[in-house]
């Protein structure tokens, strides 16, 4: 399942009308939206060019012009579900993009003062774990968790279905944050990135050690209701641990995942109200490391893939 959005967030002003989920809403052609692109695009995901989506949200200065959906194969932490038709009310898994949400909320407790900085040492926050503070872990920062730059040794290339792929292991594990913690450690941090799910698993702990709440309670008063976000699950990562799985258990409509989109376009203010500090997410939205993975080589910023994107004037690097 994949859940497709794309945001054009250009200078043009457009008239708009505000709806109840409050997103403001205008029009293709008070837009200057190319309709016949815009056709050519629906008829490819008709026929498969693209496969599988889901649905397909255009926003033109923090206007959404453009909605549609499509009826598609869908699972829940992959157990199939079919062929579901979709609509602007449906959940979707949205996956590892659970993981910006996750380091959304680490720049909110950063502007509520209740993280002091992102160089702060990892194990700080975990006493319980003081003997794995020895060695490279000791230099392991809040940063290196952010930017997939742990050192610490991970294994996602294998399926999901593989119970020896790291992420599954983790889930299924009874205290996940020491799974993460215990695994030795191969690089120096911040020096090689890798992709880990364990890591974000690692930061959601630490949302709870300085707020008392699980990342879902605290996204939930932070983030989904300023930004009018009601309905919406966080998957658990399993009966051994109960604990909302971090990495990639969250499921929203295709609109409330847009506001993520529009809150990072507006420098995290939304509606007039400033629910991540600005410096955030220049700092998130930029690359931090380069990396390779699907689609070739390009950066990683905080919890956030970020790609060399083509237009008409040409390549815009990445980050």
Same mark, same amino acid.
């Given at each position: 399942m994949r859940v497709f959005f794309l945001c054009l967030l250009l200078a043009m002003k457009? =008239?708009?009308?505000?709806?109840?989920? @409050?997103? /403001?809403? &205008?029009?293709? =052609?008070? &837009?200057?939206?190319? $309709?016949? $692109?815009?056709?050519?695009? *629906?008829? *490819?995901?008709?026929? @498969?060019t693209y496969p599988n989506i889901h649905s397909l949200l255009i926003a033109r200065h923090n206007?959404?012009?453009? *909605? =549609?959906?499509?009826p598609g194969k869908d699972e829940i932490l992959g157990n199939d579900l079919g062929i579901v038709? =979709?609509?602007?009310? $449906? /959940?979707?898994?949205i996956r590892s993009v659970t993981k910006s949400f996750v380091a959304t909320c680490i720049g909110i407790a950063l502007g509520q003062g209740r993280i002091k900085s992102i160089d702060q040492k990892v194990l700080s926050f975990f006493p319980e774990y003081a003997q794995l503070d020895t060695g490279m872990k000791s230099s392991l920062t809040i940063r290196h968790l952010l930017t997939m730059s742990s050192g610490l040794e991970w294994n996602e290339n294998l399926p999901y279905s593989d119970p020896r792929n790291s992420e599954i292991s983790m889930d299924k594990s009874i205290d996940p944050v020491g799974y993460v913690l215990k695994q030795p450690i191969n690089h120096k941090p911040g020096t090689v990135w890798d992709y880990n799910g364990g890591n974000t698993q690692v930061l959601a702990a630490i949302v709870k050690k300085v707020s008392g709440k699980e990342i879902d309670a605290f996204a939930r008063e932070y983030l !989904? *209701?300023?930004?009018?976000? #009601?309905?919406? +699950?966080? %998957?658990?990562?399993?009966?051994?641990? +109960?604990?909302?799985?971090?990495? $990639?258990?969250?499921?929203?409509?295709?609109?409330? /995942?847009?506001?993520? &989109? %529009?809150?990072?376009?507006?420098? @995290?203010?939304?509606? &007039?109200?400033? /629910?991540?500090?600005?410096?955030?997410?220049? #700092?998130?939205s930029r690359s931090s490391i380069e990396r390779s993975g699907p689609g070739g080589?390009?950066?990683? @910023?905080?919890? !956030?893939?970020i790609f060399p994107v083509m237009t008409k004037q040409g390549l815009i690097p990445g980050g």
């Open positions: 457009i =008239h708009a009308q505000q709806n109840a989920d @409050g997103i /403001l809403v &205008g029009s293709m =052609h008070s &837009g200057g939206i190319d $309709s016949l $692109s815009i056709q050519r695009i *629906e008829a *490819e995901i008709q026929n @498969g206007n959404l012009v453009y *909605e =549609h959906y499509w038709t =979709h609509d602007r009310d $449906s /959940l979707h898994d !989904f *209701e300023p930004l009018g976000i #009601s309905r919406w +699950q966080w %998957l658990r990562s399993s009966d051994a641990n +109960q604990l909302p799985a971090a990495a $990639s258990g969250l499921r929203l409509c295709s609109r409330d /995942l847009l506001k993520l &989109g %529009l809150l990072y376009n507006n420098r @995290g203010a939304w509606k &007039g109200k400033q /629910l991540v500090p600005a410096w955030w997410v220049d #700092s998130a080589s390009g950066g990683y @910023g905080y919890q !956030f893939w």
